[in-house]
Each structure stands twice: as structure tokens, then as C-alpha cells.
């Protein structure tokens, strides 16, 4: 049994939210004030999250990645890492982090074979930063920038390019591919904050910033992406590292997904852009057997959305969720 949906595209990853919960405030995310938390016991349990991925891998899904809010934030969540790191289906557990609370746990997540770290930092300036973030902790995040570049943990530095903000960045960013070992990803800015709270004066999308980095560098090597691949990856001749757009919000890479979210609190959604198509946390709770939730995956995984487009046109206008809701 496989995941499959009606456009012949294979499911083979999960994106895990640990929780709604998060340190930063930024501004792309959710609004100054935070959102509104659920009570904990609405969450998933690790259990649960456990069973589930279980589940899903049975199933072909041989990918996770953990995201938030922010998972470090989660009590007990590198405990959790290691048991879903005995889950010998799984090639790849990756996380996607602020890196405000993870130095300490470097090693251990080196020691349990995790994959990649995704770390979510949008400015290199200690100022703007705090602006964005609105939290004053870029020290240490780019403290563990540096720790995760020395480690054996594959580094992608995810940046929400932000009109008004840090588009003045975007050629600092890549310089830093230059001496280091790092992939850079750029993420066009969603309407994902809660409410709408942030006014975008000007779009930065996939064209504009691959324009203003073929205006700066004479040579800009354009790199093999994989099938599913989310971003459209390029490199500097000659630099260590790479750098990579995702048109997250123009949506020029749905054709190839390959991925299902499931939020902290049991949401099931094939696509980042639709409501919600089921909670597969009460489900579960209600006693479904593991067959019982092979078989509401298959047939729901079968009525995935063709693209962002049609997600979206399917839930109406209502797009008020916060990203840390979401999940990232």
C-alpha cells in the first residue's frame, strides 16, 4: 500500500508540528501580542506522533520533518527524537528551528543521526533582527549558525525575503555561501501571520530576487533541483556553498509534491494552502485501529489538490491562521 494521489504523485514526506508554541514573534509569523494557544491536551502527544509516523511509513512516507512553532520549545523533544529515530523506515529526520534554544543539543542530534537542520534566521543585522523577531537573541542564533556549520549536520539557512525589511540582505546572504558550507533558501513572503497584521508594500517574488542576484554577480550557476525539490537552487562559482528561491507563494513547484503536514494538534492537510481536511488526533482518540488510519490516509491523500491554487480557491478567503499554527 502506497500513498498515491489522483495525479500519480507518490507521498514519501511528512511535515510534523510539535507544537503551536514559539519564543520569537516574528512579524511575517504571528502578530506582537502571540496567538492564541491551545490547551495542551489538544495537542498530540508524542505517542501519538510516534504512532502516526509509524503509520505514514508503512505507507512509503521515508521523510519527516519536525517544525513548530518551535519544536525545541516542546518539553522533551530530543527524547522524542530519539525514539523516532528507531524507525528504520525513516531515511531522513530533519528540524526546522530558530536556533535560539538548540546549542546545547548540537551533539546529541549529531549522535542520533539526524539529517538537516533547517535554521530560520532573516536578517544578519543584531538590530533588525530583533525587529523582525522582536526578541533580541541573534547573538545566539548566529552563534549556533557557526556551532551547525562545524557540525556533521547538513545546514539550509530558510530567509523570508520581507519587503521593507532585509531585500537588502539578500546578497549578504549569499556571500556567506561563499566560506562555508551552507545552503541558503529564500522564501518568498506568505500572508500567513495571523489576521493579515503585516502590510507587504512591494512583492518580492522568485523573479525580483533572482534578477537583483544576477544584477550583482556576472556568473550565477544554476544547479540540477531534485524532482520534488522546493526551492530552484543556484550557486556562486567557486563558493562553498549554495543558495535557493521558494516561490512559496507564486507556486511554480506544486506539480512534483510530494509532502503532507500534519499541525500540532492532529490537522491533517495535504496541501499548506487548503483548511484542514481532517483530525486525525481525534480519530485516533476515538480508537481507529492502524489499518483503520492507513485507509483514511489513502483515500484522503487521493483528493489531494492539484496545486496551492485550487487549495486555496477551495477554502474560501479565510486565510487567518498564523504560520506557527500551521506549522511552519
Known sequence: MELIDKFGRKITYLRLAITDRCNLRCQYCMPAQGIDIVDRKELLSYKEMYRLTRVLSELGVNKVRLTGGEPFVRKDFVNFLESLSFNDKLDE???????????????????????????????????????????????NVYDTLEKLEESNLKLKLNVVV????????????????KNKHIAVR???EMPFNGKGQRNIEEEWNFT?????????YST???????????????????????????????????????????TATGMFKNCLFDGGVFNVRDFMRDGASDDELKQLFIDTVHKKPKNGFVAEAARGNDVSESMSTIGG
Open 93 to 139: 529526520i530533519n528540524i526546522t528551528t530558530n536556533g535560539a534554544l538548540i546549542s546545547n543539543y548540537i551533539d546529541k542530534l549529531e549522535a542520533l543521526n539526524i539529517n538537516a537542520i533547517n535554521l530560520s534566521i532573516d536578517s544578519l543585522q543584531k538590530d533588525k533582527f530583533a525587529k523582525i523577531t522582536r526578541r533580541d537573541v541573534f547573538e
Open 220 to 262: 550565477v550557476e544554476k544547479l540540477q533541483d531534485k524532482k520534488s525539490s522546493t526551492s530552484r537552487n543556484f550557486k556562486i562559482p567557486n563558493y562553498k556553498g549554495t543558495f535557493g528561491i521558494i516561490p512559496a507563494f507564486t507556486r511554480t513547484i506544486c506539480n512534483d509534491c510530494n509532502r503532507i503536514r500534519i
Open 208 to 216: 525580483k530576487i533572482i534578477a537583483l542576484v544576477n544584477e550583482h
Open 186 to 188: 529564500f522564501i518568498e
Open 162 to 177: 520581507q519587503s521593507g525589511f532585509n531585500t537588502d540582505e539578500i546578497i549578504d546572504f549569499i556571500e556567506l555561501t
